[in-house]
């Protein structure tokens, strides 16, 4: 099966700097790729995802990039809000209906 | 618009007993499916249905049960609850198809003692 690996896992920045977490999937049959914001005591929200046939997308503050070949995406925040603090997890999937997620990376944004 | 509903949002069972997660949502979503959420483990899959009376197992399936008799409800069911059965559940459904959104639920949070 899809094994997601996701890294780092804590995260800490300076308000208004950039922050990238970065995973890696291994399937290549794997199309879609979302991202989800966990807020303490909340279910996972999506806050951007990008599909096997596009290298970019951005959506303001926040960018996603694929690399198919090397079987990674990022994920970017740019000019981070306190707001930001949350848990960020990246998933793949093929089926739209399996989702492998990744470990999750908890994000603090330091005012 | 609800989106995804779990029930409850915690629960604390003694080991051996049994109890049905609930999980409805109005949205007219055909893909349903449980997650476990364990500390450093991010989500795992549990079980999935791609449609009324189709289900399907996950990556961590077993000491689960889940049917789905109508379009709205997925429930989850642990026939003999174990201590290793400790964790945040959370439901969520999609549209279906390769590349859609998945809508999660609040989750509840279960301890086994």
């Known amino acids: 099966g899809e094994n997601v690996e996701q890294h780092p896992s804590t995260l800490s920045v300076q308000e208004g700097d950039s922050a990238v977490i970065k995973c890696t999937y291994s399937?290549?049959?794997?199309?879609?790729f979302p991202w989800y914001k966990q807020e303490l005591g909340k279910g996972p929200q999506l806050i951007i995802d990008i599909r096997s046939n596009v290298g970019e997308k951005k959506d303001q503050r926040i960018a996603v990039t694929l690399n198919k070949t090397a079987k990674h995406f990022s994920l970017h925040i740019t000019e981070t809000q306190p707001e930001d603090s949350a848990v960020y997890f990246c998933?793949?999937?093929?089926?739209?209906?399996?989702?492998?997620f990744g470990t999750g990376t908890s994000l603090t944004v330091i005012p | 618009n609800a989106g995804v509903t779990q029930t409850p949002k915690f629960q604390v069972l003694k080991t051996g007993q049994s109890m049905t997660l609930q999980c409805a949502q109005d949205m007219n979503h055909e893909y349903m499916s449980w997650y476990r959420q364990d500390p450093g483990m991010g989500l795992r899959l549990i079980h999935y249905?791609?449609?009324?009376?189709?289900?399907d197992q996950g990556e961590v399936p077993n000491g689960y049960n889940v049917s789905r008799s109508t379009t709205e409800d997925f429930p989850l069911r642990l026939l003999s609850a174990a201590p290793s059965q400790t964790s945040v559940y959370f439901c969520a459904s999609s549209y279906g198809g390769t590349t859609t959104e998945a809508f999660f639920g609040q989750g509840t949070r279960l301890t086994v003692v």
């Open positions: 998933a793949a999937s093929n089926t739209g209906n399996q989702f492998y």
């Open positions: 399937d290549s049959a794997s199309n879609y």
């Open positions: 249905s791609v449609g009324a009376g189709i289900t």
